[in-house]
């Protein structure tokens, strides 16, 4: 079971959701709560074909993988 520790949980799209800390940054979960990606952005988005969307706190739009790489 996941804890409710979030403000804002997304759905979970290809094993990883987005989540909003008390802080209000997001970061993702796994399937069991895990918090594997930090919260360190100001919005993220749902997981596509290996991609997710997220805006930094100075309002950048980039694309992340897995593993928070930033890839574009």
Known sequence: MIPCEW?????FSEGLA??????GKYGYIDK???LVIPCQWK?????KDGL???VDSDGNMHYI???AKIVK
């Open 65 to 67: 993988d897995n593993t």
């Open 7 to 11: 403000n804002f949980a997304d759905v």
């Open 43 to 47: 919005y993220a988005y749902v997981f």
């Open 52 to 54: 997710a969307r997220v």
């Open 32 to 34: 069991t709560g895990l």
């Open 18 to 23: 987005a989540v909003e800390n008390s802080e």
